[in-house]
């Protein structure tokens, strides 16, 4: 299993940025998905999962209405489509894959594979 985030760049103040997240080894249709964020001297939180084949999505409520998480099972992508950016969410974002979900998608300790992160930041 592999995951290989990309898109992360410098975007204002308002802007839109999408992270995308290729999975190899299996598919994401079979897996609970998530993204995470780290922001610098902090910990490492939960931003959006998909939990189910059916496609449920949760959110954590800082991004609620701006972010988006989705995935292309054909292309065997997962993204994160993010809008009205603000410079609270600068940080190292991370994708993240697990084929049993317990609980909480939203908790990285569901999940045993994870992507490499790359970084977002907003400026003001």
């Known amino acids: 299993v592999q995951l290989q985030a990309s898109g992360g760049g410098l975007v204002q103040t308002g802007g839109s940025l999408r992270l995308s997240c290729a999975a190899s080894?299996?598919?994401?249709?079979?897996?609970?998905l998530g993204w995470f964020r780290q922001a610098p001297g902090k910990e490492r939180e939960g931003v959006a999962c998909?939990?189910?084949?059916?496609?449920?999505?949760i959110y954590t409520d800082s991004v609620k209405g701006r972010f988006t998480i989705s995935r292309d099972n054909a292309k065997n992508t997962l993204y994160l489509q993010m809008s009205n950016l603000k410079p609270e969410d600068t940080a190292v974002y991370y994708c993240?894959?697990?084929?049993?979900?317990?609980?909480?998608?939203?908790?990285?300790?569901?999940?045993?594979?994870w992507g490499q992160g790359t970084l977002v930041t907003v400026s003001s």
């Open positions: 993240a894959a697990d084929p049993f979900l317990n609980v909480d998608g939203l908790d990285e300790g569901e999940y045993d594979y």
């Open positions: 080894g299996f598919s994401v249709d079979d897996y609970a």
């Open positions: 998909i939990v189910s084949s059916a496609g449920i999505t």
